[in-house]
């Protein structure tokens, strides 16, 4: 079936500067990649995704970058903020696996003053 | 409200005592997994199901049962619970797997077994 690796597994940043999590997928049928957040305690939530028809996606100040032919995709979040610390799950779907969606293990992300 | 509700949201049960784990969501969803969180170990999926009589096994589907006998609801059973099953547990639903839609999770459920 489909894997999902994630790095880095932890990323401390100051505030302020920029943060970059990557991913890789093994199955090159995989046509959708979301992003979700989670915070201390709380659900998981959909912050950023994207379709394998585009290459990248931004949403103020976090960004996807998809690279079909290396089976990786990035997020990036610009001039970080303390509240923005949390866990970062990447996932894939593939039709192969009738779309049945695999997360990657997450990166925890802090961001210190 | 969209949302996918779960419950128990907090258990603390004995080995051995079948327990059920209640998942429903009112959007009319076709898919709904369930997905267990342990420290360190990130989303790990226990079955999923495309639709209404359609499960399959996710990653660590020993010891779980699921049903799909109408679409809003995905109970999660645990026939003879073992302490290694104590985590924190997700239910999740989509309009349909992958393609572009969104997943949504309920708030969680954290099950202690003694």
């Known amino acids: 079936g489909e894997n999902v690796e994630q790095h880095p597994s932890t990323l401390s940043v100051q505030e302020g500067d920029s943060a970059v999590i990557k991913c890789t997928y093994s199955?090159?049928?995989?046509?959708?990649f979301p992003w979700y957040k989670q915070e201390l305690g709380k659900r998981p939530q959909l912050i950023i995704d994207i379709r394998s028809n585009v290459g990248e996606k931004k949403d103020q100040r976090i960004a996807v970058t998809l690279n079909k032919t290396a089976k990786h995709f990035s997020l990036h979040i610009t001039e970080t903020q303390p509240e923005d610390s949390a866990v970062y799950f990447c996932?894939?779907?593939?039709?192969?696996?009738?779309?049945?969606?695999?997360f990657g293990p997450g990166t925890r992300l802090s961001v210190l003053p | 409200e969209a949302q996918v509700t779960q419950n128990p949201r907090y258990l603390i049960t004995v080995t051995g005592k079948k327990l059920t784990v209640t998942c429903s969501q009112n959007?009319?969803?076709?898919?709904m997994s369930w997905y267990r969180q342990d420290p360190g170990l990130g989303l790990r999926q226990i079955y999923y199901s495309m639709n209404v009589e359609v499960t399959d096994k996710g990653d660590v589907p020993e010891g779980y049962k699921v049903s799909r006998k109408e679409k809003r609801n995905f109970p999660l059973i645990l026939e003879s619970p073992s302490p290694n099953q104590t985590s924190l547990y997700f239910c999740?639903?989509?309009?349909?797997?992958?393609?572009?839609?969104?997943?949504?999770f309920g708030e969680g459920s954290w099950l202690t077994v003694v």
């Open positions: 199955d090159s049928a995989s046509n959708y």
């Open positions: 959007m009319n969803h076709e898919y």
């Open positions: 999740a639903s989509s309009l349909s797997g992958g393609s572009g839609n969104t997943i949504y």
């Open positions: 996932a894939a779907s593939s039709y192969n696996y009738g779309q049945n969606f695999v």
